[in-house]
Structure formats: structure tokens, C-alpha cells
């Protein structure tokens, strides 16, 4: 079984209701935005789905003790640390989640599979081309010790989503000719909104391309199963300073007067592409959309067909077949909540649709499952660096006047499942 959510869940052994399952432990490295998330995911994934495994939620680690203590209580963690060196030794921690801002990912990560755990890190890998390989090359000699690494781009999770994915495999779309993404958000459209982290490129080693463009590159490439050959961009940070953040952490922080600082990172970025069969790719990613909230879009055009999602309906996929008489073709709406589509067998009767922290539920699921069996979960590491190289390859683009920038080749994606 892969992420698509298809097949059936299978054991590791005999099991009855009566008899436990092996547990896996797991610890997480931040608590904020995404830590919220994944504990939701942990949390939920052996109540909804028949696991191989039990996830044990043993501990959360951030550097505030109060807050780290608050934040254990309020989302389900057995305990709470404050050193994420001290969660990684714990003995009763299997596997380590990092969902801390990008500058901590390669270290965090590199200990913890050197330490002998599996390793959950949110997107994007890292903030440069070399941690990424570093966390690469790391996985690898875990990997010959029986220690997996994943890396989240939670949206392959949607059923949507995966069901696109399923189309594309099958052929129904034909010769891939076009690709099309946008990511609109608007939140730090007011100038006066301050300059938190994720404003910051030594923290979070790009703004809107990172944030947002690495979900839809890895998108775009895990739908078409292609990689990305050459990028041509343009970037722009449209608010040059902002006023320096209070005590408040997250997309919520407030401003505390204390004067101003630099952007260092990008809030737009705007680049064209092409696959490696010759298909042409769009890509805009912008925090400055004034109106969008998290207007994610993604539409394929292929010689038999096409399908098109957007993440604010994220229980719909529309789909057109090509090869239909053209009097009664046309986009149809498919209402992806029947037990037939991806992760949908668990869930809810048909109609009833689902939302964004599933997505976290099917990451955690689909993880437990590859380290029951030991195969390679995906994304992977390395797809994680390969995504890393696209968004190298649109800075560098955007340094130079737009000049097409190839993207360094990787391994080619094994086919669609």
C-alpha cells in the first residue's frame, strides 16, 4: 500500500481485540501551527484506521516550559521537554516528528536517525540544497539500519488528491501537455503585520516560494510523476520592512513597538517550467493575495482528458474525458467521499466530506504502515531534496533576470500506483 490510500489494511501478525499491538512512540519537536496538526493526525490515526502498529504519543518538546507543558495537555502528549536532544535519547520515542521552523530541520533530523529513530520533518526539507543532501545521504546509511525518514507534504494525503493521482496512472488524461498551480494567501497583506520568522531567511530560508511553493512543486510533480527539468521566475517582497514582533509566536504574533526590520525573503514568486517529457508548468505562490485564505489550485491538460481541484473544495475533483462526444462532454464534479476512493473506507458514509487535518490523520497512517512492513515511505528524503532543487534553481532564475535555470537531475519516479 502506498499514500494513495489504496488497498486494504493489513497486520503484522495475529490480532484480535483482545490482543495489543506493538506500539511505536512517538516524539515531536514543536508545538505551534504544525505540532497542532500532526498531534491531531497521531492522535486520530489508530482510532479511524486498523494499524499495524499503535502510536503512542510519548512526548512534546519546545523550549518555553510553561508553554511546552500547556500545549502536551491541551493536544494529548503523555510528557513535555524542553532540550530536543533529551526527547530524541528517551528510550520510549520510536520515531521523532519535526515541526519546527526550517533552519533546525537538518540538524534535528540527522541526530535522530543517527540516534537509531524514524524521522517525520515537515516541508519544506530544509532551508538550502546542501542540508537537504545532508539529510539525504543521512537517511540513506539509517535506512540499511532498519530506520525510515519522511518528509510531510500533507496535501499527497487529500482524497482529492490521490484520486487525481490514480486518474493520471491510469491513463486517463493521455500525453501530459500542460500544468498548471496557484497557492494565494493574503495574511500578511497589512504592511504593519510584523516580522515573524517566517519573514526571516535565516530562519525559514525563503518566504512565500518555500512556504507555499514547495507544497505545490512536490504536488505537481508527485500528480504527473515527473520531475521538473528547468524553471524560469520572478520574485518580489513587496513590503521591504515590518515592525519587529512581540512575545507572541505563529502567524499570530502582534507587533510590540519596538521599531522595524528587514524582509529577507520573498512574498510573491511567480515561475513557468518545463517537465521532463516536454509538458509546460505555471506557478504562483504569493502571501500578499488580499481575499485568498488558502487558495491552493491545480489543473493537468493532457491529450484525453483533463482534471482540475481546488483546495477550498478539497471533497470535490473535477475531471474531463476528452474522448466523450463533444455534445454531452464537459468538466463533471466528483463528490470524493465514497468508500471506493483513497483513505475514504474509514471515514464517514458517502456525502459526508472531510477537511483539512485528515490530511495529517492519512500522513500518520500511511508512516505507521511503511515502518510495520519496512519499505520506503513517500515522500521521501529524497524527494524532499528534489523539490529543494526546484526552489534553488527559481531563486537563482529570479537572481538573473528570469534566465531559465535548469534543476539539477535527480532519479526518475518509479511509476504510479
Not at 495475529?14 to 519537536?29: K, N, S, W, Y
Not at 454531452?328 to 468508500?339: C, D, H, W
Request: proline share 6%.
Amino acid at each position: 500500500m502506498d499514500e494513495t490510500g489504496t488497498g486494504t489494511d493489513t497486520h503484522t501478525g495475529p490480532h484480535t481485540p483482545d490482543t495489543p499491538r506493538a506500539t511505536l512512540g512517538v516524539g515531536m519537536v514543536g508545538y505551534a501551527f504544525m505540532g497542532a496538526a500532526h498531534s491531531q493526525g497521531w492522535r486520530t490515526a489508530g482510532r479511524v484506521f486498523d494499524l499495524p502498529l499503535t502510536p503512542v504519543m510519548a512526548a512534546v518538546c519546545g523550549r518555553d516550559p510553561a508553554a511546552v507543558r500547556a500545549a502536551a495537555r491541551r493536544h494529548g502528549w503523555a510528557e513535555a521537554e524542553t532540550d530536543w536532544r533529551a526527547l530524541i535519547a528517551r528510550d520510549d520515542v520510536q520515531l521523532v516528528d519535526i515541526c519546527t521552523p526550517g533552519d533546525s530541520h537538518a540538524e534535528i533530523a540527522i541526530a535522530a536517525l543517527e540516534a537509531g529513530k524514524h524521522v517525520l520533518c515537515e516541508k519544506p526539507l530544509a532551508n538550502t540544497v546542501a542540508e537537504a543532501e545532508a539529510m539525504v545521504e543521512a537517511a540513506d546509511r539509517a535506512r540499511e539500519r532498519g530506520q525510515l525518514a519522511m518528509v510531510g507534504f500533507n496535501y499527497r494525503r487529500v482524497p482529492a488528491l490521490a484520486f487525481a493521482r490514480r486518474l493520471v496512472a491510469s491513463g486517463r488524461l493521455g500525453t501530459l501537455r500542460h500544468v498548471r498551480v496557484t497557492y494565494l494567501q493574503d495574511w500578511i497583506t497589512d504592511p504593519e503585520f510584523p516580522l515573524v520568522w517566517r519573514l526571516r531567511k535565516e530562519r525559514a530560508g525563503s518566504g512565500a516560494l518555500g512556504d507555499l511553493g514547495a507544497h505545490i512543486v512536490d504536488l505537481a510533480q508527485h500528480l504527473t510523476g515527473e520531475h521538473l527539468a528547468g524553471v524560469s521566475a520572478l520574485t518580489e517582497t513587496f513590503v521591504k520592512e515590518r515592525p519587529l514582533p512581540g512575545a507572541a509566536h505563529g502567524l499570530s504574533a502582534a507587533a510590540d513597538g519596538a521599531g522595524r526590520g528587514p524582509v529577507t525573503v520573498d512574498d510573491a514568486a511567480l515561475f513557468t517550467g518545463r517537465l521532463a517529457s516536454g509538458a509546460l508548468a505555471s506557478f504562483e505562490v504569493t502571501r500578499v493575495a488580499a481575499g485568498r485564505k488558502n487558495a491552493l489550485r491545480i489543473e493537468l491538460n493532457g491529450a484525453l482528458g483533463s482534471l482540475s481541484f481546488d483546495l477550498e473544495r478539497l471533497n470535490e475533483l473535477c475531471f474531463h474525458d476528452h474522448t466523450e462526444e463533444a455534445a454531452v462532454s464537459g468538466f463533471r464534479r466528483i463528490l470524493v467521499t465514497e468508500p471506493e476512493h483513497p483513505y475514504l473506507e474509514a471515514w464517514w458514509p458517502p456525502g459526508h466530506g472531510l477537511g483539512y487535518e485528515h490530511t495529517f490523520v492519512h500522513q500518520a497512517r500511511d508512516l505507521v504502515h511503511a515502518i510495520a512492513a519496512g519499505t520506503g515511505p513517500r515522500p521521501s528524503f529524497a524527494d524532499g531534496l528534489q523539490v529543494q532543487r526546484v526552489l534553488a534553481a527559481v531563486e537563482e532564475s529570479a537572481r538573473h533576470d528570469s534566465r531559465y535555470t535548469p534543476v539539477e537531475p535527480a532519479p526518475v519516479l518509479p511509476a504510479l500506483a
